[in-house]
């Protein structure tokens, strides 16, 4: 079953396709080719690993099982390099440990093998109107974070925090409503070159939650787990 054509309003995307099922892959670079999008198709860990560090594609559509190095080693490097490219994972039926890993290292969405291309149609739609939304301003609720200038607001007033709180803060913004677990965390603001505990990420985390509990924002602690922007209440 092939895709249609674009839809009145949908874009084109740059597609890359990481899967060494031949037949699957084969499938899936006909279906895309034919709904409009440019698609290129990687077999290996590596491969794919090379092609999202030099190239600029609008989604990554990746399979767990790749020879060489797993996809889920794959995606851990691309959000350590602050990639925030869309990235569709595909698993095993009975993968659902690697789902809730592949989400928890900053996965959008996931299909389970075996799929029918329709549903992994609609799910590329979703990623690609995910994609003409974005923006350098993240917001919840009465904070505001401008990604580029890295200033944060609540209220319209500016919120000093330092360069740790601003790298939490903007996980946080861009999963709210999911936990992220402290190893995450660790893994994403060490950029300096030094070591960063858990510990350290719970003093952090107390002083970010204070400067924005005037604004209404919550940070929700799952104990044990990590943390959880709260999703604003609906008025």
């Known amino acids: 079953m092939a895709f249609g054509g674009l839809g009145e309003g949908e874009r084109r995307m740059r597609i890359l396709v990481a899967e060494d099922d031949a037949t699957l892959a084969d499938g899936l670079l006909h279906s895309l080719r034919h709904a409009g999008h440019a698609v290129d198709c990687v077999t290996t860990g590596p491969e794919a690993d090379s092609a999202v560090a030099s190239s600029a594609f609008d989604l990554l559509i990746l399979d767990l099982g790749l020879p060489k190095m797993g996809g889920l080693e794959v995606l851990r490097r691309l959000r350590a390099r602050q990639s925030s490219m ?3 994972i595909l698993t095993a039926q009975d993968g659902i440990d690697d789902r809730v890993r592949g989400l928890d290292l900053g996965a959008d969405d996931y299909l389970a093998k075996p799929f029918v291309l329709a549903e992994l149609e609609a799910r590329v739609r979703a990623l ?35 360069a740790r709180e601003l790298a939490l803060l903007k996980i946080l913004l861009q999963r709210p409503g999911r936990m992220v677990s402290k190893e995450h965390l660790v893994d994403h603001v060490c950029e300096w070159g030094e070591e960063v505990s858990t510990n350290a990420i719970e003093v952090y985390i107390h002083r970010l939650r204070k400067k924005l509990e005037r604004g209404g924002v919550k ?4 104990r044990g787990l990590g943390y959880c922007l709260e999703r604003p209440q609906a008025h």
């Open 86 to 88: 869309p990235v569709l």
């Open 128 to 162: 690609a109107r995910r994609g003409q939304s974005s923006s350098p301003m993240l917001c919840h609720g009465t904070l505001s974070y401008d990604t580029v200038g890295k200033v944060a607001r609540i209220h319209g007033e500016v919120i000093e925090l330092s």
């Open 219 to 222: 940070i929700v602690t799952i």
